[in-house]
């Protein structure tokens, strides 16, 4: 597939209002950022970022590419705020992890409009995952304290459930968007809290925000095309 037949098949399959809103969306986020005054690693992060969870939802391939870039400019911005679970997940596993989400997802590909395939864990899968996620978002709780974090509990649970979301992703299951909801509420009160402490992060409480709603809307999404076995 050459460069114009992949870029031809990520701008397919959009409905009419997401061509319209999800655009507006971040041109808005862009603005307010500006007007803010923000650091330029939070904007490129925020606006990557939202790209890279968008093209997601919509099972694109082009969303690990978007990650790539949301990522290295998210890890500085955590180092800045010592966010030190952020800066681990970030560099250590989100970064080589888009890799891996796009041999995977290359496999499970619609033809028709170069889409993955969704899927959806057993009941006893989702117990083990989230019975894994209880107990090490516990052991990471005293880690990152012991480290001197910012913010031990909301870094920690945050870090651990983007790991496992991040898996369940790259297994194109449905399930990481409860995750992904719980992960992105948590960080709007993070980096809320970091905003108020005097970090030039708003744009970054913009992308939480809107990677909060966007996650409530693929989760709708996902449900009804796994409902209906499109």
């Not at 950022?33 to 330029?40: F, G, R, S």
């Not at 990152?144 to 496992?164: E, R, W």
Request: proline share 1%; with cysteine; aromatic share 16%.
């Amino acid at each position: 597939m050459n460069i114009l037949e992949f870029a031809k098949g990520e701008l397919s399959g959009w409905g009419k209002y997401e061509r319209i809103i999800f655009p507006l969306e971040i041109l808005l986020i862009t603005l307010i950022a500006i007007y803010m005054k923000d650091k330029t690693a939070a904007l490129i992060s925020a606006i990557c970022g939202i790209c890279a969870t968008i093209t997601a939802g919509k099972g694109k391939i082009s969303c690990y590419m978007f990650g790539m870039i949301s990522n290295i400019c998210y890890s500085y911005i955590s180092f800045k705020n010592a966010f030190w679970g952020n800066l681990c997940l970030n560099m250590l596993y989100y970064f080589p992890m888009q890799f891996v989400g796009i041999s995977k997802w290359k496999k499970h590909l619609k033809h028709d409009k170069q889409e993955i395939y969704k899927t959806a864990l057993s009941k006893k899968e989702r117990i083990l995952y989230f019975s894994g996620a209880f107990l090490l978002s516990l052991v990471g709780y005293f880690l990152l304290k012991y480290f001197g974090d910012s913010n031990p509990l909301i870094d920690s649970v945050t870090t651990v459930l983007s790991v496992i979301a991040f898996i369940l992703t790259v297994k194109r299951c449905i399930e990481q968007w409860y995750l992904w909801t719980v992960v992105n509420g948590l960080c709007v009160i993070m980096w809320t809290v970091a905003y108020f402490n005097g970090s030039q992060c708003f744009a970054t409480i913009l992308m939480w925000s809107t990677y909060f709603v966007l996650g409530l809307y693929f989760l709708h999404n996902w449900n009804k095309e796994i409902k209906n076995g499109v």
